[in-house]
């Protein structure tokens, strides 16, 4: 709930130098805190979060090694934030740093206009993959969407360049991948254009795969209008399972029957309009070969434009909530005064969500992204970064409005139309000075030209393109006919990160059929080399191997030789491992990266020239040019490798690992020294690695609890580097922590654990177990556990993990129990105490029984909407319905996206219990308030209702209530809209016990057929529950699945279909008394 007091962000005055450069007509550029009302978010959770069923934005949601946090303070206090303010004469923008680097404010000085969403409070709600997540401005989204990093901190630096303007870099290790992503802020002078220079480096091992979505907010209301080049025609979904005409929405989407609404309301099926669209939807563009789009504000008669070049940057992009009571809610979790906004993409790299490119090891990508403000044309109908072109026709005459991004005194508007005549206006035009221009006819190309080059140029297309294709769900193995498509599957699901669908059944499948098929050989030896199963995967590389040299001893692609090479270098069989990178250093996707492992390997060797030899051979790639400096050292050429040392540096300031290397001061992540340390401990230069680790692991607490993993690697590279009374050391000390927060990832950390566990650390052997555990590897990962409670480990961390490995082998859910009580014990966390009710509902332990386990704790059950939601449903069961009703109507709850529904269900439960308890006590007035002040979801629920779920249970109830109460009349309006259809919920939904009562309330207006049809529904999907289990739809999106237990079990389905054929059973039988009657 908002505060009383509106919030407002103060921008300061630039300080006296940078006003300076304003003055003259530069760029002002500073670094200055500004004070911003906040609402924190809580403590990260001590326990990893194994999320391997989570859908995040239709890929996987998993997020270890990331924390999850999972509140959110419901009171606001004022922040210093760090901030960096980039202005010049026409635009004025504030970076955030600590929040990801995104860019919070973009105001138009000409305008006086917010182009950007200015949200005036820090108001996280829990969007992000690791929980929270801000709206407003823009957001730099990498490698996924939404960007992990979106709550931490980042590296940044000011630069000024030759020709007065200003840049602000930010750099970031992403917390998954581990790859490298850097983004750069400029202005110019004179020029009202936005620049985004990226540079996105994979610094890992393996292909990596990876998105790049530029996420613009842009406040809205009815009169803001998202614009798209004139060849859009048509808009698809997530994962192009859907699409539809753009902008008039020609069919159902996302559930609403736009044709029927534009029937009644003339223009309601526009859907690049804000205020028409009613639920949360995303569209995305199919096609075009324009590189523009933006909005437009016309009460306020500005807007922005972004521009990146079509060949890499076809992702266009819009999303919204909603202009609707689930919309609102959100609108109120996320900011206190400021209102709704829409969200218009750019993708670079990438056209949908998910659509996901690759990155090879060691390959940089660059490009760039363009924004700049417009205000008195309209929606552009073509721009560039030059200018930007509006057009349109009315009553014969056509209205040309122009801006640019630079002042030009003396530029022209050339306007043909039809009929073949040109029209030649000359203009002064610039950023503060737009052009608008009338002529007579019909406009169907205009250009503007100014300095002998032409600035933009729009010709009107009259071609009407092809329906776009729609994405399907793939069959399952054994019905694909070929072994081409098998693995063109695979590797799909692969590269899209699908998060319920598994690549193994069909690389199986592909096996089966030919046992040495090089392809899928060499896909399941990266899975294997992945999950740290280094002898499985070397099996498999040797294979495809062999298959690709049965005839021709040099193949076209180095993918196995080289991954081969890794598999045995971290088996230990170096010399075999060279050759392989050798073999593989002949393709030229591999030669730079397999140069770099040779390298890495030769200087580990103790032979500093050859691995000068081959790093200069791997010169492109960063992590090269850094081993070239650790052998110059070695081979006593301290002064040129610390020339070479202080070049890169200056190079590139930000980069952490050469940083670190330099001895500078530490980057803002500190998982960035463990990969230094880990580098330089690869290439064998142990010293550096210790160095580089040396100080104590601190930071942003979204980071992680990275001290024990600190301590476990410096260990075994102390024992490696001769120091055993150092490594003894570190290894005692990591035993002594707490384990909570510590994540450890990454092929190095795990073959560190494996040693540490070989040492007896019970720390090294309990982290072990949570790598192993978020690998899938489930009965290694309880081998572990069970060895760190041998050697001393009670950790609370250790014992849930346990737990959750006991479950996942098949164990005893008695032992699992028993594991969970001891951890309770030692630290009653509210995740514990949730954990310990799932395991309960997952081994059917009843409503009394688990409420009384609960009870136990409660200030878990004020810490955890889940936990109070699973309270709330017992108390319900057992018959509290105050306690219940409590609690719903007094705390004020936070939803995770997409994860919305589980409270108001609880609540709706509630008020129609209550409801019927006040009709059978005779009191249906104050039944029929009750239910009425629910219709609309209260606000301190956190979510408004969608208009494709039923409220039908409580309409009939309330028509009961009615009835009750002697007003048939009313009786019957509730009960026909208890079973009413709108045109927006025409998606279909499955049987469920709500559906039940539409059946109920057709029984009452005595429509008996329609009754029947939704009793056999019922029988029909009890049936289909029974046969086998649901699938999670291929193509969903947000499916918050925070469960650690798979709670669809066998017992489960059955007691589901078992009420759905009670239920219908039920229904005929008050249906035939009815009709008896």
Known sequence: MPDAAPSRIHLPDAPADQQA????????????????????????????AFLDRRVYQGSSGRVYPLPMIESISHEKQPRAWRAIHLENAYVRLMLLPELGGRIHIGYDKVAGYDFFYRNNVIKPALVGLAGPWISG???????????????????????????????????????????????????????????????????????????????????????????????VRFVADHARRAITAFPHADRAYYGVDYPTLAAERPGADRIDVYSNIPVPTSYMITDTEDGFFGGYDHAADAGFVHWADPAISPGKKQWTWGDGPIGRAWDDQLTDTDGPY????????????????????????????????????????????????????????????????????????????????????????????????????????VTVVADDAILVRWVRRDAEPAEPWVATAPEAPERIEGTDELLLTAAHLVQYRHPTRSPLPYLREALRRDPDDARARTMLGAWHLARAEYAAAREHLEAAVARETRRNLNPRDGEAHYLLGLALERLGERDAADRRFARAAWNAVWAAPASLARARLALADGRPSDALRLADAADAIPEARRLRVLALRRLGRDDEATARLEDLVAADPLDPITVLLADAPAPSDPRAALDAGAEFARAGALEEALAATERTATGESGFGNLEPVRLILRAAWAEAA???????????????????????????????LVAGVAAGSSAAAGMLGAWLLDAGRDDDALAALDRARALGADDPVVLRNLALATVRTGGSPDDAASLYETALARRADPRLVLERDLLAQLTGTDAATRLALLERHPAALDARDDLAVAHVGLLLDVGR?????????????????????????????????????DCAEG???????????????????????????????????????????????AARAAWERACAATPLAVAPRPADEATFWIGV?????????????????????????????????????????????????????????????ELAAVGRTTADERMNA
């Open 923 to 969: 009191r249906p007035d104050a039944a029929i308030a009750l239910l009425h002040a629910g219709i609309d979801a209260p606000a301190n629920l956190g979510e408004g209702r969608h208009p494709a779920v039923p409220q039908a249970e409580r309409f009939v109830a309330l028509g009961d209530a009615h009835r009750l109460a002697g007003d048939d009349v």
């Open 722 to 752: 001769g120091h055993p009374d150092l490594a003894a050391t570190e290894r005692a000390a990591a035993d002594r922590l707490d384990l909570g927060g510590a994540f450890p990832a990454g092929l190095d950390q795990h073959d560190a």
């Open 1001 to 1061: 309330a057709h029984t009452r207006l005595g429509s008996h057929d329609a009754a029947a049809d939704v009793w056999t529904e019922l029988d029909a999907r009890a049936a289909q529950i029974e046969s086998a289990p649901d699938e999670v739809d291929y193509f969903a999106t947000s499916l918050p699945e925070l469960l650690v237990f798979d709670l669809d079990t066998a017992d489960r389905r059955r007691a589901q279909a078992a009420r759905l054929r």
């Open 137 to 231: 401005g823009v957001e730099f989204n990498w490698p996924q969407h939404h960007r992990p990093a979106t709550f931490l901190p980042v590296d940044s630096r000011i630069e000024r360049e030759d020709d007065g303007s200003a840049i602000v870099w930010h750099s970031d290790l992403d917390p998954l991948q581990r790859m490298r992503g850097v983004h750069g802020v400029r202005l110019r002078p004179g020029s009202s254009l936005i620049e985004l220079d990226v540079r996105l480096h994979n610094c890992t091992d393996v292909p990596q795969t990876f998105l790049w979505w530029a996420n613009v907010a842009a406040r809205s209301h009815e009169q803001y209008q998202s614009f798209f080049p004139d060849d």
């Open 21 to 48: 450069l304003l003055d003259a007509g530069g760029v002002a550029c500073w670094s200055e805190d500004v004070t911003i009302d906040t609402y924190e978010p809580g403590g990260p959770d001590p326990y990893p």
């Open 881 to 917: 319905l105050d306690d219940a009703w409590r609690i719903l109507t007094t705390r004020v709850f936070r939803p995770f996206e997409g994860g919305e529904g589980v409270v108001l269900a609880a609540y709706d439960r509630a008020a129609c219990l209550l409801a019927r308890r």
């Open 342 to 445: 829409v969200e218009l993409m750019a993708g670079v790299y990438t056209d949908n969500q998910p659509d996901f490119a690759w990155l090879m090891p060691g390959e940089t990508k660059t490009f760039s992204q363009h924004w700049f403000p417009v205000h008195a044309i309209g929606p552009a109908r073509q721009a560039t970064t030059d200018a930007a072109v509006s057009v349109t026709t009315k009553g014969g005459r056509s209205r040309i409005g122009v801006l640019t991004t630079r002042a030009h005194g003396a530029a022209r508007v050339e306007v043909r139309v039809d009929g073949g005549d040109t029209r030649i206006t000359d203009v002064a035009i610039g950023p503060d000075s737009p052009a608008v221009v009338e002529v007579t006819g019909t406009a169907v190309e």
